[in-house]
């Protein structure tokens, strides 16, 4: 053979390997729906907390979030997270269709706090965080490494109004800033499990 030819071959080879990880590590999932899910609402963002990965083909980025939740809107399962405008994950999730939420068992907490601390602008967190990502049929990121995968189309966004914050506490985060955090909903269209 020659040496084309040998390129050629070790290349399906590389291909062949690549796709069978990949495939291997996604039928380690299992498809369920959102009302049987038995996640403890509050401990699974305050204290698990969700990875948020938004953006599609190359261009995508994760970010630790652990406010948000879950509940039913215009009839539908779904899940509000709020991002604050200055969040590379931000601009993202404005211009993409869909977000992925995924939590971690806690022996990954030094990567989950490692996308939480550092931002998608200056480097490629998902390849110093560890984590493998793998694809939906939508295209949209999710990790090997979850234990919980949400897939979520963005129904509605809106800003919090500072002026409209009756909460003490709250009202102090905006006080000497123009930065607010925006409310995405996401309507749930997929939920797996690590079996
Ligand atoms: C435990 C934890 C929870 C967080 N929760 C949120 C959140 O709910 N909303 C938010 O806007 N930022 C939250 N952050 C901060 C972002 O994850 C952080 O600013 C991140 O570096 C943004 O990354 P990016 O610039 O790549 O989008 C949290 C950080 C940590 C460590």
Not at 53 to 60: D, S
Not at 67 to 76: A, D, P, Y
């Amino acid at each position: 053979m020659n040496t084309i030819s040998n390129f050629f071959l070790f290349a399906t080879i590389l291909l062949c390997c690549q796709q069978s990880t990949f495939s291997q590590e996604q039928t380690k999932f299992e498809k369920t729906d959102a009302k049987s899910l038995t996640e403890n609402v509050f401990s699974v963002f305050d204290n698990n907390w969700f990875v948020v990965t938004a953006g599609n083909g190359e261009t995508y980025n994760p970010m630790t979030i652990s406010w948000g939740g879950f509940g039913i809107l215009w009839g539908s399962p779904v899940a509000t997270i709020y991002i604050r405008d200055t969040r590379y994950t931000y601009q993202l999730l404005n211009e993409g269709k869909y977000f992925t939420l995924c939590a971690f068992d806690e022996k990954y907490r030094s990567a989950t706090q490692y996308l939480g601390t550092k931002s998608g602008r200056d480097e490629d967190k998902i390849k110093a965080s560890g984590l493998t990502p793998l694809k939906t049929e939508l295209g949209n990121t999710y990790y090997a490494e979850a234990r919980l995968v949400i897939e979520c189309e963005k129904v509605y966004n809106a800003d919090l109004q500072p002026e409209n914050i009756t909460d003490a506490k709250g009202a102090d985060m905006y006080k000497n800033t123009e930065s607010v955090h925006r409310m995405f909903i996401g309507k749930i269209l997929n939920v797996w499990q690590k079996k």
